[in-house]
């Protein structure tokens, strides 16, 4: 069946660091795939998206490219800042189809 | 638009007791969804509708879970009678499935405490 697969967390990182979160997963066709983040009390919002191989999404300094040889979609920062402290989702779904499948969530620390 | 707006924010109750949690999706929005997050289980899809129509509820948990869509516009989850392994968040989403698959829009979410 369609799965997300994310790397556990906690990630500590300090501030001005690069972010990596590791996003795989295994799905039939060309589902759409999303970044969510959480941060604390809140709900989850969209981070970015991709629909289709070789895309990149971006937002608010966040890239995550869609390779469909992989199977991934690792999710990237240059240089993390202490707001960027939440959960973060990774997640599928495709156009034919209601549900969104998401991971697990990685939550991420930034020290000042 | 206001996004998708829950009641209440917070509510601590007794077991045993009734629990009402309530739900506006964003107007157009043709899909609602019902999460509940917990530390132990994470995220879990309990129940979602399309077009007021349950499709999914193989996610609630029990008997003492019922959701309603009376119309586009709310819908309730409610608890009956609550446990104290019922507390958790949860969260009211609602998408329009488009040619770039499901965005998803959550709520900010019910704190629901039973003691």
């Known amino acids: 069946g369609n799965s997300v697969t994310q790397m556990e967390g906690p990630v500590t990182l300090s501030e001005e660091a690069f972010l990596t979160i590791n996003c795989t997963y295994t799905a039939t066709g060309y589902p759409s795939l999303f970044w969510y983040v959480q941060y604390p009390g809140e709900g989850l919002q969209l981070l970015l998206k991709?629909?289709?191989?070789?895309d990149k999404g971006s937002n608010k300094g966040f890239e995550a490219t869609y390779r469909k040889e992989t199977t991934s979609f690792h999710l990237e920062k240059g240089s993390v800042q202490v707001s960027d402290s939440a959960v973060y989702f990774c997640?599928?779904?495709?156009?034919?189809?209601?549900?969104?499948?998401f991971g697990s969530g990685t939550r991420l620390s930034i020290r000042p | 638009d206001a996004g998708v707006i829950q009641s209440p924010r917070h509510e601590v109750t007794e077991m045993g007791q009734e629990v009402t949690l309530r739900c506006k999706p964003i107007s157009g929005h043709d899909y609602l969804f019902w999460y509940r997050q917990t530390m132990m289980r994470g995220l879990e899809l309990l129940i979602y509708f399309n077009n007021n129509v349950p499709i999914d509820d193989s996610g609630m948990p029990e008997d003492r879970f019922s959701a309603k869509m009376p119309n586009a516009s709310f819908s309730t989850l409610k608890i009956q009678p609550s446990e104290p392994r019922d507390s958790a968040v949860y969260f009211c989403?609602?998408?329009?499935?488009?040619?770039?698959?499901?965005?998803?829009?959550f709520g900010e979410g019910s704190w629901l405490t039973v003691v």
């Open positions: 991709a629909t289709k191989a070789d």
């Open positions: 989403a609602s998408s329009f499935l488009g040619r770039s698959g499901n965005t998803i829009y």
């Open positions: 997640a599928l779904s495709y156009s034919s189809a209601s549900k969104i499948i």
